[in-house]
């Protein structure tokens, strides 16, 4: 696609239940990254695939968030039993190859926890 | 693990004038230095880029500086426009295999006064 694609763009849930959003990364690209955004904060690092494979998961807060991406392609970041804290932007970014400086990142799903 | 700090946290200057924005970073290692515009509602979009065996990169209206030995970075907008209003994040990386370490600073709300 032109671009990545994120969805959806809002979501509210409430506390406890989960909750999955959806990035589809530019098609040629191999990496995908998935990073947090708390209101007036940077970016901060959750997890990385290269192609289908997870190699970097090391800044997922806790065994309740899970993220996939199957086929190389689609992602999912699944965030089971969810709790206020997690309130945030969810920021998915992927590069042609993880040598290259340059994140293409999406507009995000926000996601609030009532 | 990698530190990024960002001052200031919020800076407004006059239309026509230039903004600084510096960043300060704690791992000796990193080499990659990228700086990220986000407008409100969209993710972070790549404006200008630094490797660590320069000194200074320019671009247009844009240009960065790094100093390894002090560890810091810094960004100059010359000539500020209105569309210049966003908030601007500095980070760092390894880059190469480390290049999922994309640490990001708080980011700096600019505000350009007509």
């Known amino acids: 696609g032109a671009g990545v694609s994120q969805s959806p763009r809002y979501k509210v849930a409430k506390r406890g239940q989960d909750v999955a959003l959806r990035c589809d990364p530019i098609s040629s690209h191999v990496s995908l990254f998935w990073y947090q955004q708390a209101l007036g904060q940077g970016p901060e690092f959750l997890t990385y695939?290269?192609?289908?494979?997870?190699?970097?998961k090391s800044g997922l807060p806790s065994d309740r968030f899970f993220a996939e991406r199957p086929e190389g392609s689609v992602s999912t970041l699944k965030i089971q039993r969810t709790q206020q804290e997690d309130s945030a932007v969810y920021l998915c970014?992927?590069?042609?190859?993880?040598?290259?400086?340059?994140?293409?990142f999406g507009e995000g799903s926000r996601l609030t926890v009532l | 693990g990698e530190n990024v700090e960002q001052h200031p946290s919020t800076l407004s200057v006059q239309e026509g004038d230039s903004a600084v924005i510096k960043c300060t970073y704690s791992d000796s290692a990193s080499n990659y230095f990228p700086w990220y515009k986000q407008e409100l509602g969209k993710g972070p979009q790549l404006i200008i880029d630094?490797?660590?065996?320069?000194g200074e990169k320019k671009d247009q209206r844009i240009a960065v500086t790094l100093n390894k030995t002090a560890k810091h970075f810094s960004l100059h907008i010359t000539e500020t426009q209105p569309e210049d209003s966003a908030v601007y994040f500095c980070a760092a990386s390894q880059g190469g295999s480390s290049a999922s370490k994309i640490i990001f600073g708080s980011g700096t709300r600019l505000s350009i006064r007509p």
């Open positions: 630094i490797r660590s065996n320069v």
């Open positions: 970014a992927s590069t042609l190859d993880r040598n290259t400086g340059e994140l293409f």
């Open positions: 695939f290269q192609n289908e494979a997870q190699l970097d």
